[in-house]
């Protein structure tokens, strides 16, 4: 059973992301650049999850990345290449052993060969740097416009200190799940299986839950998408508080079942918003 790492979301510009992030009361961290030409501006949670705003900071070796057949490049530029992006463009699960991950994922015919290593540099808090290692095996991949799964190795010994970076305005301490869409949820039963490496629940309304480590993938009926991320849930200390932080600040919001949603500026998608429970 595999936990949440992060949720990669491509915008334009890491300023837009920025700017959009800001305003729901959420701290960015300092911008910081992949080898391979994309760049993003995370948003980091308490519970050790974060959100990935992504955009390409350096079109050369974007496109270079590209051409070599790099597996995170060409998934990231099919999904921008779309006439509508999806606002939420791939899953990472946490991982000790990538390549146990990928044997995995290849075993159950759910992966693929590829693999990702790099380094990035990482500032510290006393204006130094550090460099931060990774390595990610990918699942498989149904279309163009279909999510990329992945799994993230941090091989590096460095644990950053990310303390003042988790303390939100808006009160938001985590991440509980991702919900899904598929016109027909059970083509995607096996494949998700293996994905998420947990048993899956299949409903009577004929959609999908599957257990994570402390979260939950949902996977509904709809959309025009083979697949398709439709949200992803945050959890706040206290969500009254934050709709009257989102109200001060005239962010357009909903209620969602017992949360609360909020359209994504970067495309086709939502994040759902609910209270703590634990």
Known sequence: MRSIDHLVMPFETLAAARDWFERLGFVVAPDAVHPFGTGNACVFLADGRFIEPLSVVD???YETARDAGHLFVERDAALRDLAERPAISALAFRSDDALADRAQLLEEEAGDEGLVEFERAMRLPDGGTTQLSFRLAFAAIHS??????FTC???HQTKPDRSALTRHPNGA???AGVTLLAPDPRLFRDYLSAVADSPVDERGDGSLAIALDDGRLD???GGTSPLAIASLTVTVADLAFAENFWQSRDIAHSKDGDGVAIACPNGRGVIRFIEDRT
Request: charged letters at 20%; zero cysteines; a neutral charge.
């Open 59 to 61: 079109r050369a070796a």
């Open 144 to 149: 163009a416009d279909a999510p990329s799964f």
């Open 153 to 155: 190795e941090a091989r």
């Open 173 to 175: 301490v985590g991440i």
């Open 219 to 221: 996977l509904l009926a």
